[in-house]
């Protein structure tokens, strides 16, 4: 999704509606944002948000120069980094060894990757923004959206399980550095 960021339109500052309903949204899609709360949205930060100038509508979120989230229609999706610093905030599906590269390079989660052996299964629904973790590895690869219940996975594995969104080393990742 994030290949190239070029199409950045020039950061605006969220009102405080906007930051009222940034949290709602958040605590709304994940219920341990709660407890978190404080830690990403201080008080008196400086929260901005760029638009994407695509076809996807995609606003990137920044609260002082720490990219937290984007929106995706009507999802908040959290930032890779926020998921690093806060693990529990997303479902966990772990991959196994053979799908790491590939989702690297950009590659939807297939079915076959989330139910061989070194894979783990978490119960979600489809819809549901989930974490993609590797086998063996420590911190989240990417975030997706499962396309299926872990339940329809389990019954039928084949095709597209979830739908990435953001990995490693992807434009959105790499603009954090900046």
């Given at each position: 999704?994030?290949?190239?960021l070029?199409?950045?339109?020039?950061?605006?500052?969220?009102?405080?509606?906007?930051?009222?309903?940034?949290?709602?949204?958040?605590?709304?899609?994940?219920?341990?944002?709660?407890?978190?709360?404080?830690?990403?949205?201080?008080?008196?930060?400086?929260?901005?948000?760029?638009?994407?100038?695509s076809?996807?509508?995609?606003?990137?979120?920044?609260?002082?120069?720490?990219?937290?989230?984007?929106?995706?229609?009507?999802?908040?999706?959290p930032?890779?980094?926020?998921?690093?610093?806060?693990?529990?905030?997303?479902?966990?599906?772990q991959?196994?060894?053979?799908?790491?590269?590939?989702?690297?390079?950009?590659?939807?989660?297939?079915?076959?990757?989330?139910?061989?052996?070194?894979?783990?299964?978490?119960?979600?629904?489809?819809?549901?923004v989930?974490?993609?973790?590797?086998?063996?590895?420590?911190?989240?690869?990417g975030?997706?959206?499962?396309?299926?219940?872990?339940?329809?996975?389990?019954?039928?594995?084949?095709?597209?399980?979830?739908?990435?969104?953001?990995?490693?080393?992807?434009?959105?990742?790499?603009l954090?550095f900046?």
């Amino acid at each position: 999704m994030f290949k190239k960021l070029e199409d950045l339109s020039k950061p605006t500052l969220l009102s405080k509606t906007g930051v009222k309903e940034l949290k709602q949204s958040f605590n709304t899609q994940y219920p341990f944002f709660k407890e978190i709360e404080d830690e990403v949205f201080p008080k008196k930060a400086n929260i901005q948000s760029f638009k994407l100038r695509s076809e996807y509508k995609v606003e990137i979120v920044q609260v002082d120069k720490d990219y937290i989230c984007f929106t995706k229609e009507d999802l908040v999706i959290p930032h890779l980094k926020l998921v690093h610093k806060f693990p529990d905030l997303l479902i966990k599906q772990q991959v196994d060894t053979g799908a790491i590269k590939h989702i690297l390079s950009g590659s939807d989660v297939l079915a076959p990757g989330l139910i061989s052996q070194g894979s783990t299964l978490n119960p979600a629904e489809k819809g549901q923004v989930v974490a993609i973790y590797g086998e063996g590895k420590e911190n989240a690869m990417g975030i997706g959206i499962m396309n299926a219940s872990s339940e329809q996975i389990k019954e039928d594995p084949k095709g597209h399980a979830i739908q990435l969104l953001h990995h490693l080393g992807d434009s959105l990742w790499q603009l954090s550095f900046k």
